[in-house]
């Protein structure tokens, strides 16, 4: 890990903490952040090719290191445009198809303008997937099938945490996620 990584992995494993597992927004994530079992990788590229030739080599890590439950690709200089974002997101999709590890491995998206299609921007919903910096979340599929068996009701997950998120109220949920960059 380079020096520089570590302000953007401090803030993301706040935002994992205090947002995340705090508001149990994911009842899965304090299992894996307490067992270590969640990496992260820091991406300084902007090349969209070569950042997708690191997404591949994330999936490559997972293959080989069964210790590693999780990985989040955090990108500290590229689609800080939102649309820029998702469009990489839509290539993210194709490769794991392409290369066959689809039913293997699952993208979930985390940006900080992330907002929800029809939604306005400043829904407090949107904060269920707004994140300090653009990332990809990269999860082993048995495991998230395991996780989701031995939950009641894991289908109201998103429901319970757009709820919770608008209960909060926008000035709370900005100020939760501001506070990450400051830890």
Sequence with gaps: MLE??????????TWLKTIIIDYSLCPFAKRE????????SVNHETDI??????????????????????SLLIYAEAFKDFDDYLDFLELAEAVLSEQDY???YQLASFHPDYRFEGAPK????????????PMIHVLR??????????????EQIPER????????GIAKVQSLLAACYTR
């Design 102 to 104: 689809e039913g293997i």
């Design 141 to 154: 599929e048995t495991s998230l099938e395991k996780a989701i068996d031995s939950y009641p009701n894991p």
């Design 49 to 70: 090719e070569r950042c997708l030739l690191d997404l591949l080599s994330e999936f490559e890590r997972l293959n080989t290191d069964d210790g590693i439950e999780t």
């Design 33 to 40: 952040l307490d067992r270590g079992s969640i990496y992260f």
């Design 4 to 13: 520089i990584d570590q302000p953007l992995i401090t803030a993301t494993q």
């Design 122 to 133: 400043d829904d407090p919903a949107n904060y269920t997937n707004r994140s300090p910096y």
């Design 161 to 168: 945490n757009i709820e919770l998120m608008r209960e909060l």
